[in-house]
Each structure stands twice: as C-alpha cells, then as structure tokens.
C-alpha cells in the first residue's frame, strides 16, 4: 500500500533550503575532474572556518558524529576512561567516546535551561575523568561556561564543544565551537546551513593539529606528502575516513557564502513566533528558553516549554490535526535503551522534565508568515481551550 499523500496544506518540520549556487558549485567540482575529499571546494570551506573563526585546524568531515568520533581518537580515550556528557543531547555526543571503550558519566540539565548544569560538574570528576562534552543546545551556550572551562583547567581536563547546532552563534563575541580544545560542528539537513550529511571538526589547541590530520585521512600521511612536507606517504597511526566529497563540500561552500541571508531570515522567524507567544508566556501557561547573557544566538531552533507532559503531548497531537508537524527531543540517554543498564543510577531530574515538556514548532528558510500564522494560531486555539 502507498502511504497516504500530504495534505496540500501540510507544514513539515524541516525542509533543506537551497540557496541558490549549489547545484553549480557541484557542477564546478565534477568538471575539475576531482570528486575525492580534501580538493579545492574542501580548502575553501576549511579556511573559511580558520580565517573567520579563528580555528586552528578546521577539517571538514562527513557528519558531526564523524567529528566527535575524531575528537575520541584524537582524545586517546581508552577503555575505563571517564568522559562527562549531558543526558540532554543526542546519541552521538556520548555514542563517540563509548566506540573508545569509555564509561559516560551523566550530567543533568540546568534547573533553567536544557544545556549541562556546571554546578554538579566538579562532584563527577574522578581520577578516572579525562574529558568533558559541553553541548550548545539549539546555539546557546551554557551561562556559565568559563565556569566549565576553569574547572577543565583545574583538573587537567580536555574539553570538546558539541557545537553542532551552533554554527555562527557567539558568546562574549567569538564563535561558540572556539572554546574547547576540539569542536564538532554538524551540517546535516536539519542544521542552519547544511551539506546534507556533513560536518566539520575545530582543531583549537595547536597540540592536536597534526595527529588530527592523519586520522582523517585514514591515519596516513596523505596530507603533509601532497604539501611536500613527507618525502613518503604511508601509514602512519590509526584513523579512518572522515573526509567528506567534493560533492558535499561544493553545496556547503553554496551555503557559507549565502549565510548571511539563511541567518537573517532565521532570525525574523524565530522573532515572528517569540512576539506572538509572548502574551501566553507572560500570562505562564506556557515557557520559552532563558535568553543567555553575553551570547549571540543563531536561531537554530524554536522550543516552547508546557506546563506537563500530558499537555506537550496533546499540543503535538492539536497542531498534527491542523497539518502540522511540531516534534519533541530528546530521550535522555540516561533513560535510553542502550545506556540505561549502564548508567550508574542518579536520577537527573532536569533533562528528565525538559525531555517530556520541550515542544519545538517549525523553523526553516521557506516557512511563510502566513503559516506561522497559522502555527501561532493553533497553540494559541490550544490554549485558549485548555487553560
Ligand atoms: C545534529 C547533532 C549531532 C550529529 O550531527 P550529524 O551531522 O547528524 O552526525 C550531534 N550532536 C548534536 C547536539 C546534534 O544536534
């Protein structure tokens, strides 16, 4: 049986933007008659993020979970080493250090916000800990990440931003994904500016750039040889491909050029549905995400918080009836299939609460204000029946 056509006046979740050059880009990459990583449309992309973002070392991989799987290796996490990642977050955040044979401690979310609470931070160092995962949940950073990065320092800890959704978000101006030793940026689909699968590893302590290299050219040398700087190319250490295509990386060069558009556009839209809401907010029948001091948001995503679970649910279900597709994220890890036999049992009562009561409406490049229209018009329907 054929699944059931989309209603014409269906608003999904997400739709990949095209901004414009794309197509041409990758046009360009096949008549340069090179379509393996590491070409021309790759160097661009690379030193975009270098130059304007002040990375050290930035190296394009096919996917943000490829990045953070190069940070482990780079990290050389070990079996029985410790890694501290919030609960709140994608598998792929702490799925990257358990391929290394790491034990995830769980931290919970701030009372007020999804990111990690640094406050419970230094009780779950050990002797054991050798690194920790700071994740800018929807381009926020936590508010108090030099309090995260002076612990690190303390300790003796590394320190890797999961910054995938915080491409172009800023804190004390400088670019989040600046700040730990290593930085996972992603451009899957879903993200602000996309590849498709793609993703880019920030290289920041300079300690690391090398090694960083020849694991993602399937730890040879290939790099430093096509510079003259190897009089051989051989196998060198471990590593594998994270290298992403030409192909990839012409769609991507399409998008960085065209970033400051996608922002702008972003940022009216989310700025759209924070003005509509503000009277249910101001009223408490509904919450919207602390703004952060000293932070520059990138508008990736656009949460609201209900009063329960129950009501998230039936609010999800009110705008799918209406033809519209919200979503809500995530499943703790702590609770997960996978991890929960391995978690060692504190209760995190936070990512628990924001996991059942976040409700994420609508957000991408082709969202017309009529439909916001009509998404604000079904919560405030919603509401005004149950309030
Ligand atoms: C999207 C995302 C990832 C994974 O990135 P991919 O490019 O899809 O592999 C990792 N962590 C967070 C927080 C994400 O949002």
Redesign the pocket.
């Given at each position: 049986m054929l699944p059931a056509p989309l209603p014409p006046d269906f608003i999904p979740f997400n739709r990949p933007h095209l901004a414009g050059p794309e197509l041409d880009y990758i046009r360009q990459a096949v008549a340069a008659g090179k379509l393996s990583g590491n070409g021309e449309f790759t160097r661009r992309c690379q030193q975009f993020f270098e130059q304007q973002y002040g990375i050290n070392k930035a190296l394009l991989t096919t996917?943000?979970?490829a990045a953070?799987e190069m940070a482990a290796l780079l990290l050389d996490i070990q079996p029985g080493d410790e890694v501290i990642v919030p609960s709140y977050?994608?598998t792929?955040?702490a799925n990257a250090f358990v391929l290394r044979g790491a034990r995830i401690i769980f931290v919970d979310s701030h009372p007020e916000h999804p990111n990690l609470d640094v406050a419970q931070l230094e009780l779950l160092i050990t002797a054991r800990t050798r690194a920790m995962v700071v994740?800018h949940y929807g381009g926020h950073p936590p508010a108090d990440l030099p309090a995260l990065l002076a612990l690190a320092e303390r300790y003796n800890l590394w320190v890797v931003e999961?910054a995938?959704?915080a491409i172009e978000a800023r804190y004390h101006d400088r670019p989040l994904g600046t700040f730990g030793h290593l930085a996972a940026f992603?451009?899957?689909e879903t993200?602000n500016l996309s590849a498709g699968?793609g993703?880019l590893l920030a290289v920041n302590d300079p300690r690391l750039a090398e090694r960083a290299e020849i694991i993602w050219e399937k730890g040879t040398n290939r790099a430093a040889f096509a510079r003259g700087e190897a009089a051989r190319y051989e196998w060198v250490d471990i590593g594998s491909s994270f290298l992403p295509s030409e192909l990839n990386a012409a769609y991507l060069w399409a998008q960085l050029e065209a970033r400051a558009t996608i922002q702008r556009r972003r940022q009216q839209q989310w700025q759209f549905y924070a003005t509509a809401l503000a009277p249910l907010a101001a009223a408490g029948t509904l919450r919207l995400l602390p703004a952060i001091p000293d932070a520059q948001p990138n508008w990736h995503l656009f949460a609201l918080l209900c009063r329960s679970e129950a009501e998230r649910d039936a609010l999800l279900a009110h705008l799918r009836q209406r033809h519209i597709l919200a979503v809500f994220h995530y499943l703790p890890l702590h609770r997960s299939p996978y991890y929960a036999p391995r978690h060692d049992g504190r209760p995190l009562p936070h990512a628990d609460r924001f996991s059942r009561t976040l409700l994420r409406l609508p957000l991408y490049h082709e969202l017309q204000p009529e439909q916001q229209q009509r998404i604000v018009g079904a919560v405030k329907g919603f509401y005004s029946m149950n309030t």
């Open positions: 996917s943000g979970t953070l977050t994608f792929s955040t994740v999961d995938a959704q992603s451009f899957h993200k699968e993703g």
